[in-house]
């Protein structure tokens, strides 16, 4: 759905944020991106709806290249939610605000149920009636994220989406990453938080200077020895298999108990 | 903060000042200030542009020699678009009796006009320049601490200094917004009434977010003891002198207007 | 009420504490009662809008001095009533840091030295006392290298580290540090905690208000659970976590108290306190298996 192709991206100020970059997002597939602050994250989800175009090389999004296109006409492929929230939200009521994007979106079903799925995915009911601005900034956070969501965009770009959240938020926004997942819908995350990447991630790469330092399933690149060369801790999981040596990583707290029952036997 | 700290480097950090050591520099910063008065009051002396063109031609000349040619450029980028209105207003826009020197169609230039606009246009400049070739060599700080020396509430030279930052924080809030609001579906583009709601959407979060930081502004700033009664001091000592000089430099705008009005 | 040594007295005292903000309809803290004390992290977690960010406000002297509200009950910060005329002591007495690393500079300076003295000349400290506590503070958080740059040009991490200088430079012994890592990437994190681990060393007082907790614990000594204004629980974080189940939709458990609390309940035998860290886990599971080889 979205191809780069050999992009490069240089700032005006001189900084080159993205170097020779090539990626393919597909519709499906949920696509984690990590790395350092400053590594090109920000600049390579403003290259993906087309808010920034880049310097050399090309990027398509639903095979029309983005240097002719505006990013509002884009927005309908890929939603693209920044971290803050602030910079969206403008509406006196959360159902308005998320009803904004239904109504700007487009999607094989309609405003109406596209509003209801977003509401209900992001747990935003019982806020309904409120104005966003008396929403803790969490609050807010998940409401510019359904806003976007009901757009029914096929991509959907998530920029941090746990941070600062608690464990409400977290379990809401994890089951949305999954939800896509499921459906069959792509998903593309932002984020610092590892063990995020490590449970609902399809595919991972890490971020370095602009380039893509590392590139696989989470269960390879999460654990990777180079991992803290670019600024990013393996998963717990990892460091729990590192820490107790075992042959080879494991996934899941089965696992781990298996290979702890084995060490005890030998 | 990435996403801040990125389009904060697209942010230019607009700052005035120059740092120097000229001898611009190095005049205590009220004299400065001081002399802004005297020399735009004089300006305004006589119906003509001669007064202000010589006084204009004298800054920069000075200027130039002091090796501080980039607060010329600087005063340019203010004066400029300001002196292209003067023009089309008084010289193109607006009707006189006279015959115009010259025409096109609707459109026809006039000489009276032109005068105006020309001597409307070197009084602002001299203005202009004056107060830039103040303010580009003298640090906002010490600047601040000069005023409040001289019992300048502590709360005006903090509006003062934190005035000048505004703008490039305002750019980087602006821009943060435009991002989103163009991710979400907005159109910068189109038709007049579709323009004025991208303008709502984009002012709203402007107004909100900047108040969400005023109010940890105002926490923090009293964390610092922003509004603790007693005397204040400065890291920057600034030698408090020059208030003779700066006294005549004030008296000196009183004939100076009296010329102005009776020339 | 966590049992333990508590050579000092509290330096606040929540009773039946309550209070709502003019422009709310529901209290945001709501009969608390609550001690805290000195050289002590005490570690203040609970869901969004639990009331957390308004106790660490109270204790600055911030609530309801300049942001108004209706009192109930009373909180005494270093003797002084929240709400009496002398409550702007307490703000000059405790150092406060925000989440948010940029809108919390004073946006009046242009370098990381003035934003650091801006304080002490508020003050009216001499010069030369200024410069030397500016550059002593800058020193300790590891900035006095750029002490010269922009404060706008700083990272995140950075910039919470002078915001934590502002407040050494002042020399406040307490510190309320309102989620200070909420917006920076991991480096920026790991920066401040280590920053806050080296002023532990020095006994100071901090009241850390956090949703994640997994960086934090390490160096936590009591951890204060809220949930709609109340206290919802209250003791040293090993033994609170033992059990996290019903703390679980509270509170956002760490991986490897959420792993520790699985293999534990599956009965294997690792002890009754939670570990405090990934490290602490890798240990306790060694432990386990040389117990159980033996």
Same mark, same amino acid.
């Given at each position: 759905?979205?191809?780069?192709?050999?992009?490069?991206?240089?700032?005006?100020?001189?900084?080159?944020?993205?170097?020779?970059?090539?990626?393919?997002?597909?519709?499906?597939?949920?696509?984690?991106?990590?790395?350092?602050?400053?590594?090109?994250?920000?600049?390579?989800?403003?290259?993906?709806?087309?808010?920034?175009?880049?310097?050399?090389?090309?990027?398509?999004?639903?095979?029309?290249?983005?240097?002719?296109?505006?990013?509002?006409?884009?927005?309908?492929?890929?939603?693209?939610?920044?971290?803050?929230?602030?910079?969206?939200?403008?509406?006196?009521?959360?159902?308005?605000?998320?009803?904004?994007?239904?109504?700007?979106?487009?999607?094989?079903?309609?405003?109406?149920?596209?509003?209801?799925?977003?509401?209900?995915?992001?747990?935003?009911?019982?806020?309904?009636?409120?104005?966003?601005?008396?929403?803790?900034?969490?609050?807010?956070?998940?409401?510019?994220?359904?806003?976007?969501?009901?757009?029914?965009?096929?991509?959907?770009?998530?920029?941090?989406?746990?941070?600062?959240?608690?464990?409400?938020?977290?379990?809401?926004?994890?089951?949305?990453?999954?939800?896509?997942?499921?459906?069959?819908?792509?998903?593309?995350?932002?984020?610092?938080?590892?063990?995020?990447?490590?449970?609902?991630?399809?595919?991972?790469?890490?971020?370095?200077?602009?380039?893509?330092?590392?590139?696989?399933?989470?269960?390879?690149?999460?654990?990777?020895?180079?991992?803290?060369?670019?600024?990013?801790?393996?998963?717990?999981?990892?460091?729990?298999?590192?820490?107790?040596?075992?042959?080879?990583?494991?996934?899941?707290?089965?696992?781990?108990?298996?290979?702890?029952?084995?060490?005890?036997?030998? | 903060?990435?996403?801040?700290?990125?389009?904060?480097?697209?942010?230019?950090?607009?700052?005035?000042?120059?740092?120097?050591?000229?001898?611009?520099?190095?005049?205590?910063?009220?004299?400065?200030?001081?002399?802004?008065?005297?020399?735009?009051?004089?300006?305004?002396?006589?119906?003509?542009?001669?007064?202000?063109?010589?006084?204009?031609?004298?800054?920069?000349?000075?200027?130039?020699?002091?090796?501080?040619?980039?607060?010329?450029?600087?005063?340019?980028?203010?004066?400029?678009?300001?002196?292209?209105?003067?023009?089309?207003?008084?010289?193109?826009? #607006?009707?006189?009796?006279?015959?115009?020197?010259?025409?096109?169609?609707?459109?026809?230039?006039?000489?009276?006009?032109?005068?105006?606009?020309?001597?409307?246009?070197? +009084?602002?400049?001299?203005?202009?320049?004056?107060?830039?070739?103040?303010?580009?060599?003298?640090?906002?700080?010490?600047?601040?601490?000069?005023?409040?020396?001289?019992?300048?509430?502590?709360?005006?030279?903090?509006?003062?200094?934190?005035?000048?930052?505004?703008?490039?924080?305002?750019?980087?809030?602006?821009?943060?917004?435009?991002?989103?609001?163009?991710? #979400?579906?907005?159109?910068?583009?189109?038709?007049?009434?579709?323009?004025?709601?991208?303008?709502?959407?984009?002012?709203?979060?402007?107004?909100?977010?900047?108040?969400?930081?005023?109010?940890?502004?105002?926490?923090?700033?009293?964390? +610092?003891?922003?509004?603790?009664?007693?005397?204040?001091?400065?890291?920057?000592?600034?030698?408090?002198?020059? +208030?003779?000089?700066?006294?005549?430099?004030?008296?000196?705008?009183?004939?100076?207007?009296?010329?102005?009005?009776?020339? | 009420?966590?049992?333990?040594?508590?050579?000092?007295?509290?330096?606040?005292?929540?009773?039946?504490?309550?209070?709502?903000?003019?422009?709310?309809?529901?209290?945001?803290?709501?009969?608390?009662?609550?001690?805290?004390?000195?050289?002590?992290?005490?570690?203040?977690?609970?869901?969004?809008?639990?009331?957390?960010?308004?106790?660490?406000?109270?204790?600055?002297?911030?609530?309801?001095?300049?942001?108004?509200?209706?009192?109930?009950?009373?909180?005494?910060?270093?003797?002084?009533?929240?709400?009496?005329?002398?409550?702007?002591?307490?703000?000059?007495?405790?150092?406060?840091?925000?989440?948010?690393?940029?809108?919390?500079?004073?946006?009046?300076?242009?370098?990381?030295?003035?934003?650091?003295?801006?304080?002490?000349?508020?003050?009216?400290?001499?010069?030369?006392?200024?410069?030397?506590?500016?550059?002593?503070?800058?020193?300790?958080?590891?900035?006095?290298?750029?002490?010269?740059?922009?404060?706008?040009?700083?990272?995140?991490?950075?910039?919470?580290?002078?915001?934590?200088?502002?407040? =050494?430079?002042?020399?406040?012994?307490?510190?309320?540090?309102?989620?200070?890592?909420?917006?920076?990437?991991?480096?920026?994190?790991?920066?401040?905690?280590?920053?806050?681990?080296?002023?532990?060393?020095?006994?100071?007082?901090?009241?850390?208000?956090?949703?994640?907790?997994?960086?934090?614990?390490?160096?936590?000594?009591?951890?204060?659970?809220?949930?709609?204004?109340?206290?919802?629980?209250?003791?040293?974080?090993?033994?609170?976590?033992?059990?996290?189940?019903?703390?679980?939709?509270?509170? =956002?458990?760490?991986?490897?108290?959420?792993?520790?609390?699985?293999?534990?309940?599956?009965?294997?035998? =690792?002890?009754?306190?939670?570990?405090?860290?990934?490290?602490?886990?890798?240990?306790?599971?060694?432990?386990?298996?040389?117990?159980?080889?033996?």
């Amino acid at each position: 759905m979205i191809h780069l192709r050999d992009v490069s991206y240089t700032y005006p100020t001189g900084v080159e944020a993205i170097r020779r970059l090539d990626l393919d997002v597909s519709v499906g597939e949920a696509l984690f991106v990590l790395g350092h602050n400053g590594a090109g994250k920000s600049t390579m989800l403003r290259l993906f709806n087309g808010l920034l175009k880049p310097t050399t090389g090309a990027v398509t999004v639903g095979g029309a290249n983005t240097a002719g296109v505006r990013p509002a006409q884009l927005s309908k492929t890929v939603g693209l939610v920044f971290q803050n929230p602030d910079a969206q939200l403008f509406r006196e009521r959360v159902s308005e605000e998320v009803s904004f994007g239904a109504e700007h979106g487009a999607g094989s079903d309609g405003a109406p149920e596209r509003f209801e799925r977003a509401m209900a995915l992001l747990g935003l009911e019982r806020v309904a009636d409120r104005n966003p601005y008396d929403l803790s900034l969490s609050w807010r956070k998940r409401v510019a994220i359904a806003s976007i969501v009901a757009m029914g965009s096929p991509i959907l770009v998530l920029d941090e989406p746990t941070g600062g959240q608690d464990a409400e938020g977290t379990r809401v926004l994890t089951d949305l990453i999954m939800d896509r997942r499921n459906q069959g819908h792509g998903c593309v995350v932002v984020t610092h938080d590892v063990d995020l990447a490590f449970d609902c991630a399809d595919r991972v790469i890490v971020l370095r200077e602009g380039e893509i330092y590392l590139e696989g399933d989470p269960m390879s690149v999460l654990g990777d020895p180079l991992l803290p060369e670019a600024g990013v801790e393996p998963s717990t999981m990892h460091r729990v298999s590192q820490g107790l040596q075992l042959d080879s990583s494991v996934r899941t707290v089965d696992e781990l108990e298996e290979h702890l029952m084995r060490t005890e036997e030998v | 903060m990435e996403a801040g700290t990125n389009t904060w480097s697209r942010a230019r950090v607009a700052a005035l000042y120059e740092i120097g050591n000229t001898w611009l520099h190095r005049v205590h910063p009220l004299t400065k200030l001081a002399a802004v008065l005297p020399l735009s009051v004089a300006g305004f002396a006589g119906d003509t542009i001669r007064v202000p063109a010589v006084l204009l031609l004298a800054a920069v000349i000075t200027l130039l020699v002091s090796r501080l040619g980039s607060i010329v450029l600087k005063s340019l980028r203010l004066i400029a678009p300001m002196t292209f209105a003067l023009f089309v207003i008084h010289g193109v826009v #607006r009707p006189y009796p006279s015959e115009p020197i010259a025409s096109w169609g609707p459109i026809s230039i006039n000489a009276e006009g032109l005068a105006l606009a020309g001597t409307t246009a070197a +009084r602002l400049a001299v203005f202009v320049v004056a107060v830039t070739a103040a303010m580009a060599t003298v640090h906002p700080k010490i600047f601040a601490t000069a005023l409040i020396q001289r019992g300048v509430s502590h709360k005006l030279a903090y509006a003062y200094l934190a005035g000048a930052e505004l703008l490039p924080e305002m750019r980087l809030r602006a821009a943060q917004i435009l991002d989103a609001q163009q991710s #979400r579906g907005f159109d910068t583009r189109g038709s007049l009434p579709r323009r004025f709601r991208t303008l709502f959407a984009l002012l709203k979060p402007l107004l909100v977010s900047s108040l969400i930081g005023v109010e940890m502004r105002t926490l923090a700033l009293e964390s +610092r003891g922003f509004s603790r009664v007693g005397t204040r001091t400065s890291a920057a000592e600034v030698e408090d002198r020059g +208030r003779v000089l700066q006294r005549l430099l004030l008296a000196a705008a009183v004939p100076l207007i009296v010329l102005a009005v009776v020339w | 009420m966590v049992s333990g040594d508590r050579p000092t007295e509290p330096f606040a005292r929540f009773e039946q504490f309550s209070i709502t903000y003019d422009t709310a309809s529901t209290p945001s803290l709501a009969g608390l009662t609550l001690d805290l004390y000195g050289d002590q992290l005490t570690l203040v977690t609970g869901p969004s809008g639990s009331g957390k960010s308004t106790l660490g406000r109270v204790v600055a002297g911030f609530v309801p001095r300049l942001l108004g509200g209706k009192v109930g009950g009373s909180a005494r910060i270093l003797d002084h009533d929240v709400d009496a005329e002398s409550a702007h002591e307490i703000t000059e007495s405790i150092g406060m840091v925000f989440d948010n690393p940029f809108d919390q500079l004073t946006a009046a300076t242009r370098t990381v030295f003035d934003e650091a003295a801006y304080a002490l000349e508020n003050e009216g400290l001499p010069p030369a006392e200024i410069i030397a506590r500016v550059l002593s503070a800058l020193e300790s958080v590891g900035l006095a290298g750029i002490a010269g740059q922009h404060p706008r040009r700083l990272s995140g991490g950075q910039s919470q580290r002078l915001a934590i200088a502002c407040a =050494l430079a002042q020399q406040k012994p307490i510190l309320v540090l309102d989620d200070p890592t909420s917006q920076l990437d991991p480096t920026g994190t790991a920066e401040v905690v280590s920053m806050v681990r080296k002023l532990r060393r020095d006994h100071a007082t901090v009241v850390l208000i956090a949703q994640d907790l997994s960086r934090w614990l390490e160096i936590t000594d009591r951890l204060v659970v809220l949930d709609e204004g109340r206290l919802a629980a209250d003791g040293r974080p090993a033994s609170l976590l033992a059990d996290p189940g019903p703390l679980a939709g509270k509170i =956002l458990i760490p991986r490897y108290i959420a792993i520790w609390a699985e293999l534990r309940s599956r009965g294997m035998g =690792l002890g009754d306190h939670a570990p405090r860290g990934t490290d602490q886990l890798i240990s306790s599971l060694q432990a386990a298996v040389r117990v159980g080889r033996s």
